[in-house]
T-cell receptor
Framework: EDQVTQSPEALRLQEGESSSLNCSYT??????LFWYRQDPGKGPEFLFT???AGEEKEKERLKATLTKKESFLHITAPKPEDSATYLC????????????FGKGTHLIIQP | DTEVTQTPKHLVMGMTNKKSLKCEQH?????MYWYKQKAKKPPELMFV???????INESVPSRFSPECPNSSLLNLHLHALQPEDSALYLC?????????????FGEGSRLTVL
């Protein structure tokens, strides 16, 4: 069974304090590892897609990386507006579709 | 701004009511999805439409009835719901089912069943 596990469940940081969020996955025939940001009461906002081990993508203070078993979302010098729930999701092969989501990391950046 | 538009944003209904949620996208995407999200939980896949045909139904109860009138529209018809069906219902689209492209989500419809 496909599994996507995120850690930690919650993370509180001071403004400017860099850290990383983890997403480990067990998915047969991975066809994409996705990171989304979700604000309370809103739909997930797409951030990154990673397809192969060693791939990295950056956007402002965020950088996502991928290995064969896990992905990291690095947050450098975060600001309060980076506070949100960050969701990791995997898309598998074999003809199935949709995304399997992890439970998310609730990130709070304190001024 | 999201390019997937969902209406209504909020809906309150009784267990005997019939209502519908609507979703629209104009990105030319050929796959559309319904997800259900309970508080502090990840989104859970309900249905997938590909080229206006239902391709995945994740064992969703029949009180939820999806419809895809054309490539831009997706509806979710609701009838005889239970209070535990209260949740945020998310619509999403992607270029094509079976590719590796990302899903784009709407803002969701917050449903409360009394």
């Amino acid at each position: 069974e496909d599994q996507v596990t995120q850690s930690p469940e919650a993370l509180r940081l001071q403004e400017g304090e860099s850290s990383s969020l983890n997403c480990s996955y067990t998915v047969s025939g991975l066809r994409g590892l996705f990171w989304y940001r979700q604000d309370p009461g809103k739909g997930p906002e797409f951030l990154f897609t990673l397809y192969s081990a060693g791939e990295e993508k950056e956007k402002e203070r965020l950088k996502a990386t991928l290995t064969k078993k896990e992905s990291f979302l690095h947050i450098t010098a975060p600001k309060p507006e980076d506070s949100a729930t960050y969701l990791c999701a995997a898309r598998r092969g074999g003809g199935a579709d949709g995304l399997t989501f992890g439970k998310g990391t609730h990130l709070i950046i304190q001024p | 701004d999201t390019e997937v538009t969902q209406t209504p944003k909020h809906l309150v209904m009784g267990m005997t009511n019939k209502k519908s949620l609507k979703c629209e996208q104009h990105m030319g995407h050929r796959a559309m999805y319904w997800y259900k999200q309970k508080a502090k939980k990840p989104p859970e896949l309900m249905f997938v439409y590909s080229y206006e045909k239902l391709s995945i139904n994740e064992s969703v109860p029949s009180r939820f009835s999806p419809e895809c009138p054309n490539s831009s529209l997706l509806n979710l018809h609701l009838h005889a719901l239970q209070p535990e069906d209260s949740a945020l219902y998310l619509c999403a689209s992607s270029q094509e089912q079976g590719t590796s492209g990302e899903l784009f989500f709407g803002e969701g419809s917050r449903l409360t069943v009394l």
